[in-house]
């Protein structure tokens, strides 16, 4: 048996999958704590895990219109929005994020520390400790390397030489770019604890022993790219929120006709309109239609047509297996549980790593994406179009037995078992 301290932010769709592995892991016996931020408690709680709050990080919950903090969707270019977050999340509270971790190894005797790379400062908390620390990446991979664009700009693979130059130009500005956002705050957080500054900010996740890329490597075309040793991909967590057990199934699901699945986040993201916009698509269709609505609206702020239901929430492992189509956001858990189960999907990406996704499911020929400004009768000749074709059902049957295939062992599990046996002993500091 083994022990592992889990760190981890509310960021949306970041937290089912990294709660699912550490369910997975006290499954197999080993000990395992959580520290997070408070509005995980109830997630964490369904999944039989401690939480132990942050204290010195900041608190994040972009479930909530209200008590969000980060307020990413109110930057309209995709640059503001990726500064806002690691800035504000990622780099800025490095320092707190590792006395947090430091505190809790105090009371925790972990022998590996597993960090939601949101979190990154947690890694330094490990470094400092002289234990063994693995990232967990679920988005695609999202680090600059050559063979593959640059993530956040929701591009396709590079073609011919104009191609390559674009990504190699765009692979400086990355680099350039976080650096500026980035190297200054950890370097004050690494020289406060003791540690030796860095030259570059990607070399602080260079120092973690593990980057586990919790998604499809036949969905990802970065996983074709030169990667580091470190990097290992582990297959995508499939886990619904706790929060989605209460599900009904709507009386005006009932009939034959193609189900179409709506999902545009759990998390605020200023997309009121859009809803409005695929539930006045579907109205006209010859379709049924279940929209999701998270905790972010009430059903009472739209006015459905019959053959549409809005809920608040529904679990994905129950619906998706019915659906014909998935309408989504593009965030990666809706994204990879529709392709898990063979569903195509029409994405309206909002932001974060939407664009990247949807890029991916568009690539693959498994979906298409549309603009987040597309009108109701475009949107509605884009369902037409995918429920039509059988290329799109086909194209993510394929990835359905791939994702089968890849989960067929629990990579991130055994990656993690094996990193514990290479516990180092120092005293913790």
Same mark, same amino acid.
């Given at each position: 048996?083994?022990?592992?301290?889990? &760190?981890?932010?509310?960021?949306?769709?970041?937290?089912?999958?990294? =709660?699912?592995?550490?369910?997975?892991?006290?499954?197999?016996?080993?000990?395992?704590?959580?520290?997070?931020?408070?509005?995980?408690?109830? #997630? @964490?709680?369904?999944?039989?895990?401690?939480?132990?709050?942050?204290?010195? &990080?900041?608190?994040?919950?972009?479930?909530?219109?209200?008590?969000?903090?980060?307020?990413?969707?109110?930057?309209?270019?995709?640059?503001?929005?990726?500064?806002?977050?690691?800035?504000?999340?990622?780099?800025?509270?490095?320092?707190?994020?590792?006395?947090?971790?430091? #505190?809790?190894?105090?009371?925790?005797? @972990?022998? *590996?520390?597993?960090?939601?790379?949101?979190?990154?400062? +947690?890694?330094?908390?490990?470094?400092? !400790?002289?234990?063994?620390?693995?990232? =967990?990446?679920?988005?695609?991979?999202?680090?600059?390397?050559?063979?593959?664009?640059?993530?956040?700009?929701?591009?396709?693979?590079?073609?011919?030489?104009?191609?390559?130059?674009?990504?190699?130009?765009?692979? /400086?500005?990355?680099?350039?770019?976080?650096?500026?956002?980035?190297?200054?705050?950890?370097?004050?957080?690494?020289?406060?604890?003791?540690?030796?500054?860095?030259?570059?900010?990607?070399?602080?996740?260079?120092?973690?022993?593990?980057?586990?890329?919790?998604?499809?490597?036949?969905? #990802?075309?970065?996983?074709?790219?030169?990667?580091?040793?470190? *990097?290992?991909?582990?297959?995508? /967590?499939? #886990?619904?929120?706790?929060?989605?057990?209460?599900?009904?199934?709507?009386?005006?699901?009932?009939?034959?006709?193609?189900?179409?699945?709506?999902?545009?986040?759990?998390?605020?993201?200023?997309?009121?309109?859009?809803?409005?916009? *695929?539930?006045?698509?579907?109205?006209?269709?010859?379709?049924?239609? =279940?929209?999701?609505?998270?905790?972010?609206?009430?059903?009472?702020?739209?006015?459905?047509?019959?053959?549409?239901?809005?809920?608040?929430?529904?679990?994905?492992? *129950?619906?998706?297996?019915?659906?014909?189509?998935?309408?989504?956001? /593009?965030?990666?858990?809706?994204?990879?549980? &529709?392709?898990?189960?063979?569903?195509?999907?029409?994405?309206?990406?909002?932001?974060?790593?939407?664009?990247?996704?949807?890029?991916?499911?568009?690539?693959?020929?498994?979906?298409?994406?549309?603009?987040?400004?597309?009108? !109701?009768?475009?949107?509605?000749?884009?369902?037409?179009?995918?429920?039509?074709?059988?290329?799109?059902?086909?194209?993510? &049957?394929?990835?359905?037995?791939?994702? +089968?295939?890849?989960?067929?062992?629990?990579?991130?599990?055994?990656?993690?078992? +094996?990193?514990?046996?290479?516990?180092?002993?120092?005293?913790?500091?």
């Amino acid at each position: 048996m083994k022990r592992f301290l889990f &760190a981890v932010v509310e960021g949306g769709g970041n937290s089912p999958p990294v =709660l699912g592995l550490a369910q997975r892991l006290a499954a197999r016996g080993h000990q395992v704590r959580v520290l997070g931020d408070p509005a995980l408690a109830p #997630d @964490a709680e369904k999944q039989g895990l401690t939480l132990v709050p942050f204290v010195h &990080a900041p608190h994040h919950n972009v479930r909530s219109r209200h008590h969000d903090r980060l307020r990413d969707w109110a930057v309209s270019n995709p640059l503001g929005q990726l500064a806002r977050i690691t800035s504000q999340v990622m780099f800025e509270p490095a320092g707190a994020y590792a006395r947090d971790v430091l #505190d809790e190894l105090q009371r925790f005797d @972990a022998d *590996v520390v597993v960090v939601d790379y949101l979190a990154l400062g +947690a890694a330094l908390g490990a470094e400092k !400790a002289g234990l063994p620390s693995a990232l =967990l990446m679920h988005t695609p991979y999202a680090l600059p390397a050559v063979g593959a664009p640059p993530f956040g700009l929701g591009l396709m693979p590079a073609r011919g030489p104009l191609g390559a130059l674009r990504d190699r130009l765009l692979r /400086g500005f990355s680099r350039w770019f976080f650096n500026r956002l980035g190297l200054a705050p950890i370097n004050a957080a690494r020289v406060a604890l003791g540690l030796p500054a860095l030259r570059d900010v990607f070399d602080q996740i260079a120092r973690s022993e593990r980057l586990l890329v919790m998604t499809s490597a036949a969905f #990802d075309y970065a996983s074709r790219a030169a990667l580091p040793d470190s *990097v290992r991909y582990v297959g995508p /967590g499939l #886990d619904d929120p706790g929060w989605t057990a209460s599900y009904v199934p709507p009386a005006a699901l009932t009939g034959t006709a193609p189900l179409v699945v709506v999902g545009l986040g759990s998390t605020f993201q200023n997309q009121g309109a859009l809803t409005a916009r *695929v539930i006045e698509a579907l109205g006209v269709l010859p379709v049924r239609g =279940l929209v999701t609505l998270g905790d972010v609206f009430d059903p009472a702020e739209f006015q459905a047509p019959p053959n549409v239901a809005l809920v608040r929430s529904a679990p994905h492992r *129950v619906v998706f297996p019915e659906a014909n189509l998935v309408v989504a956001h /593009g965030g990666h858990g809706t994204v990879m549980k &529709a392709l898990s189960h063979g569903v195509p999907v029409l994405c309206l990406p909002l932001g974060r790593d939407q664009h990247d996704n949807a890029a991916r499911v568009a690539y693959s020929g498994a979906g298409l994406r549309l603009s987040p400004t597309a009108s !109701a009768s475009r949107i509605r000749r884009a369902i037409e179009r995918m429920l039509g074709e059988p290329m799109f059902r086909s194209r993510a &049957a394929e990835l359905a037995h791939a994702i +089968a295939d890849e989960r067929a062992v629990d990579r991130a599990v055994l990656e993690l078992e +094996a990193l514990s046996e290479r516990r180092a002993l120092p005293a913790v500091a």
